[in-house]
């Protein structure tokens, strides 16, 4: 009897010690109601033992929401002016590789405290492809964004921006404050250590403004100003607070504390008196009484170990050059590599793209799934030349890229890691008694997404990607079957490495521009030409030159021009 009283006493305390600390750190003081300060958590959001709120964790797309949980008056029953408001919070993202982060959070203040439908990734859980953009959302958030995403014009990889309704910034501005004597300094949102963000909407000037800071102090100057009526945003009741999301890459977003004020100014965190994350952890002191026969033995494994480490450290060495610095994407360890790919054994293959070997691979810290190929090059400059691409390729961001993740060099061999598409490519769909059989909607999807995959890649990047190898080969599918162009740029590579004097013709035979065989200079429209090919592929389900066919059925495209001529001619088109 006494022994369950005891119980049940700690499960008490230790209920009202979470209550505790969670109201200390999400402190609330939403105006003169004094609300109790009830959060409602979404997707992976969650409040942890120490009171702080955990929105993501390094999980590969998350999305996790938290909002006060009683709608707040933003509107007078008088007028539909809404209220000027303030709040502040203390945030610390801390990503899974350092300097990648993935994808950031928003202040969102939304008609609903729970967003459903809404995706991941660059959509920051507030909204998703069908309703980004349309004005009936009524959604307000300024984001904190740690990855560039050019789908929606990001200026860069670690900005603040105001967003009505959409992904689009109304204007954004890279992260920085102003120290107390003016002066701009830059602050990284990845860095993982605790920011302070106040933003603040004066409804008589129609104003918001932002501030950031890695002090307790609230900042004279704004880093980022807006003049804008809220009043066809906002609906007269609105739930405010965070959304965020993780894409490939991940970070752990945490809010430490918050409050928020209507027609007042929210009061300023003293972020000493925050918890503070958990660092790593300390060992504890081991017994320090050992014998003299067990210090020998272990001073002998001790050497044995280092000896072992030393010769795997000597076969598996990764040496790093100048120009390899400079590189944006990530830059995995052969080590990893390695191990994730089984060290590189038969069974991981999952099959031979664009020069070189493609594995399977399970990243060993996040048991992230990805494709991993092995390109064997044998001159140093053409690796240079190569390197460069990289840096240019892995910036790349739409929905139908397969995405570089990050890249490896040892030696000669050159290892390019992608994320991993379950479904395979699209020619295993189309050619050889396929599996399942494309529905007319899915093919048409999958080419509607290659299609503008393509035209990112020709016209929407900072430079005209040419991709030169179009063919169902290297059409990826994901999950939803949604058409990925794969294996871009890798032709440009090779053509420099092997005689930059001259310009190689690179592509696939059916699928070549006729003037690029006499012209060999690849442009935009060759592409297009190719992706024709593919078109007609996926349509007719033939490859663009069957060999085993009759001599005037040979080429599908000119068989299919013959046909088209035909028809014409009784048309009389
Ligand atoms: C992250 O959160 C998700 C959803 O709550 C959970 O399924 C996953 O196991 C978590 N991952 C880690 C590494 O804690
Ligand atoms: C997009 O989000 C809206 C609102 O959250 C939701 O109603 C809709 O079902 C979502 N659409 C899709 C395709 O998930
Ligand atoms: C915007 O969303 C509303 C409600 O979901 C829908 O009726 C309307 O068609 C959408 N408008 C556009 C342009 O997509
Ligand atoms: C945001 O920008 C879009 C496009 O430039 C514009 O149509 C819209 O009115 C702007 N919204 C506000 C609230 O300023
Ligand atoms: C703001 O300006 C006042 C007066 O110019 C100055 O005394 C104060 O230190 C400034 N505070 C900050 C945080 O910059």
Redesign the pocket.
């Known amino acids: 009897m006494a022994k369950t009283l005891i119980l049940l006493w700690v499960f008490l305390l230790f209920l009202l010690n979470q209550v505790k600390s969670q109201i200390d750190e999400l402190f609330f003081d939403a105006g003169d109601d004094g609300a109790a300060s009830i959060i409602r958590l979404n997707g992976a959001a969650q409040i942890q033992k120490n009171g702080i709120l955990r929105l993501t964790n390094h999980t590969s797309r998350l999305l996790g929401q938290a909002f006060y949980s009683s709608g707040i008056q933003f509107q007078d029953s008088t007028d539909d002016k809404v209220s000027s408001f303030s709040t502040v919070f203390a945030f610390a993202i801390v990503p899974e590789y350092p300097k990648l982060g993935g994808h950031g959070f928003a202040f969102t203040i939304s008609p609903?405290r729970e967003?459903?439908?809404?995706?991941p990734s660059q959509y920051l859980g507030i909204?998703?492809?069908?309703?980004v953009g349309n004005f009936s959302?009524h959604i307000f958030a300024v984001e904190f964004d740690t990855v560039q995403d050019y789908e929606f014009g990001d200026i860069n990889d670690n900005h603040v921006g105001i967003n009505f309704n959409s992904l689009v910034s109304n204007k954004s501005v890279p992260t920085a404050y102003f120290t107390t004597n003016s002066i701009k300094q830059d602050l990284d949102l990845k860095s993982g250590k605790v920011i302070q963000a106040w933003i603040d909407y004066d409804s008589s000037k129609k104003q918001l403004d932002v501030k950031l800071s890695p002090t307790s102090t609230k900042p004279n100057s704004s880093i980022l100003t807006y003049e804008v009526d809220l009043s066809p945003i906002f609906q007269k009741y609105m739930y405010v607070g965070f959304s965020a999301s993780t894409g490939l890459l991940a970070s752990s977003h945490y809010i430490m504390g918050w409050s928020f004020k209507v027609n007042g100014e929210a009061k300023s965190l003293d972020l000493d008196s925050l918890p503070s994350l958990p660092g790593p952890k300390r060992n504890h002191h081991t017994p320090l009484i050992l014998g003299v026969t067990l210090s020998a033995v272990l001073i002998m494994f001790l050497l044995f170990g280092i000896a072992i480490y030393l010769i795997r450290k000597i076969k598996n060495a990764d040496v790093t050059e100048a120009w390899e610095l400079d590189i944006g994407p990530h830059r995995f360890s052969y080590k990893d590599l390695n191990q994730a790919t089984s060290g590189f054994k038969d069974e991981q293959l999952l099959g031979f793209g664009g020069f070189g070997r493609v594995y399977k691979g399970i990243l060993p810290n996040s048991n992230t799934q990805v494709a991993v190929k092995r390109i064997s090059h044998e001159s140093k400059q053409g690796l240079r030349e190569f390197a460069s691409e990289i840096a240019s390729i892995g910036r790349l961001r739409h929905r139908n890229l397969v995405q570089l993740l990050g890249w490896c060099r040892r030696l000669g061999d050159l290892l390019l890691v992608y994320d991993f598409m379950p479904n395979g490519s699209l020619d295993k769909y189309l050619f050889d008694e396929p599996k399942t059989i494309l529905t007319w909607k899915q093919r048409f999807k999958i080419i509607n997404g290659v299609a503008s995959g393509l035209l990112y890649l020709h016209e929407e990047w900072e430079q005209k990607v040419i991709h030169r190898d179009i063919k169902a080969g290297n059409v990826l599918l994901d999950t939803e079957l949604n058409g990925r162009l794969g294996d871009f740029g890798l032709a440009k590579l090779y053509e420099h490495g092997s005689n930059p004097s001259t310009t190689r013709v690179v592509g696939t035979l059916g699928y070549l521009a006729p003037e690029l065989t006499r012209i060999g200079k690849p442009t935009t429209s060759s592409d297009v030409f190719a992706f024709g090919a593919l078109l007609l592929e996926v349509v007719c389900g033939r490859r663009p030159i069957e060999h085993k066919a009759l001599p005037e059925e040979l080429i599908l495209v000119d068989w299919v021009w013959k046909k088209m001529e035909i028809w014409c001619h009784f048309k009389r088109c």
């Open positions: 609903s967003l459903h439908g809404t995706l909204l998703n492809s069908s309703n959302n």
